[in-house]
């Protein structure tokens, strides 16, 4: 099984004459999709159970509801990606936030949200929330991660999931899918030349 994830930002319909189409941004490029490709990219984001969990879509999952012709298009113009290997992913895709940082409670200080205004949306950990909050900052993930894992460092963690950038990514490729599916985050492509 080959675990895929969503690139670009939905921008939402566009209607004209000949009907309607749905825009992706992914780095610079605007991509017009059909209903048929919008809904295997959006499919592709998942969806969280009542237990906060996400179950990974598949490139074989989403070719069978789909088809093969929707997700080879959306493979080629790069808004669908495997994260893996996950270095060769990291190095070729940022991180970017879309929603507020709402940060954490009195009575969980070591819980952080994301949502809109008063309404959480999304909780983590103080080491997935630095990630959400800084990587759109970063040229690319891997350098979130690596400057995530040193910023561990500084402040005196010793946990190593949090302070080896290997494994700061591997536990962000863990539980990305759950911001990507309740779109509070999305992954972007690079753009060459721009950093």
Excluded: K
Excluded at 89 to 111: I, N, Q, Y
Excluded at 161 to 171: E, I, K
Excluded at 178 to 188: G, N
């Amino acid at each position: 099984m080959h675990e895929i994830l969503p690139v670009g930002h939905d921008l939402g319909a566009l209607h004209g004459a000949g009907g309607h189409v749905r825009q992706v941004r992914a780095g610079i490029e605007v991509f017009e999709l059909n209903d048929a490709e919008h809904a295997a990219w959006s499919a592709a984001h998942g969806v969280a159970d009542e237990d906060g969990l996400v179950r990974p879509e598949t490139t074989e999952s989403l070719r069978d509801e789909h088809g093969d012709d929707v997700v080879s298009g959306l493979l080629a113009r790069r808004l669908l990606a495997s994260p893996h290997p996950a270095a060769e992913f990291a190095a070729r895709h940022r991180l970017l936030p879309l929603a507020l940082g709402l940060g954490a409670t009195a009575e969980e200080p070591w819980s952080f949200s994301v949502g809109l205004l008063d309404q959480p949306v999304v909780t983590m950990t103080g080491a997935l929330y630095d990630l959400w909050q800084w990587a759109h900052l970063a040229p690319d993930l891997g350098e979130a991660c690596r400057e995530t894992a040193a910023a561990a460092t500084g402040a005196g963690v010793t946990d190593a999931t949090q302070t080896d950038p290997d494994q700061v990514l591997a536990g962000a490729l863990e539980s990305v899918p759950l911001l990507l599916a309740t779109r509070m985050a999305f992954f972007d492509v690079l753009v060459e030349g721009v950093r």
